[in-house]
């Protein structure tokens, strides 16, 4: 258990679904990350969210949208995706993204299949 | 350029034998580092950190070494079990953000 839960674990989906993959931690932190892990490359930033406020988008495609309602919630809605984008997408935490010497703690992360 | 880099893709060691596993960085500038462990199914899992002021750091059967002379940055498992077989990143912290940027990740194996 690592305080950080993400559902669903495994998404199929169409190229012209629209779904989202959800993110809670129980940790009391204050920031908040997307990953996207593809295999055989370093997992990639997507978004950061700091006292839900959005402190980077590292350039995604706008078929990827974030949100997040509050610091224990952090949503990523999904819309018309490519066959690429099937991936691992993880979710972290940490304290606050701005304070450096902090892990980031991650979940289990979903397993996207774009069909 | 920033990039995290491990030296090996595979390591693939004997079952009570220890395990090194290195990573390189190429920022001078960074100041934190972090080991991260990966099961099959799992999101990777944080299993020590080290600041740049310190040159070593142990933890339960784990040590992890810096050498910021030639930006290297090493794990050590002692004894090590089939519960360790997983993918082992190395994460930097640069600078005055909470960013990591991670490297490609090194599978242990360990044969009984």
């Known amino acids: 258990e690592t305080g950080v839960t993400q559902t669903p674990r495994h998404l199929v989906m169409g190229m012209t679904n629209k779904k989202s993959l959800k993110c809670e931690q129980h940790?009391?932190?204050?920031?908040m990350y997307w990953y996207k892990q593809s295999a055989k490359k370093p997992l990639e930033l997507m978004f950061v969210?700091?006292?839900?406020?959005?402190?980077e988008n590292n350039s995604v495609p706008s078929r990827f949208s974030p949100e997040c309602p509050n610091s224990s919630h952090l949503f990523l809605h999904l819309h018309t995706l490519q066959p690429e984008d099937s991936a691992l997408y993880l979710c972290?935490?940490?304290?606050?993204?701005?304070?450096?010497?902090?892990?980031?703690?991650f979940g289990d992360g979903t397993r996207l299949s774009i069909l | 350029g920033e990039s995290v880099g491990l030296h090996l893709p595979t390591l693939s060691v004997q079952e009570g034998d220890n395990s090194i596993i290195n990573c390189a960085y190429s920022?001078?500038?960074?100041?934190?580092f972090i080991w991260y462990k990966q099961e099959s199914g799992k999101g990777p899992q944080f299993i020590i950190d080290?600041?740049?002021?310190?040159d070593k750091r142990q933890g339960q059967r784990v040590t992890v070494l810096l050498n910021k002379t030639v930006k290297h940055l090493s794990l050590q498992i002692a004894a090590t079990q089939p519960g360790d077989s997983a993918v082992y990143f190395c994460a930097e912290n640069i600078g005055n953000t909470g960013k990591l940027i991670f490297g490609q990740g090194t599978t242990l194996q360990v044969k009984p």
């Open positions: 920022n001078s500038a960074s100041d934190y």
């Open positions: 080290i600041r740049s002021n310190m």
């Open positions: 969210y700091n006292f839900k406020e959005q402190t």
């Open positions: 940790l009391g932190h204050n920031a």
């Open positions: 972290a935490s940490s304290q606050d993204s701005l304070e450096v010497n902090q892990p980031q703690h």
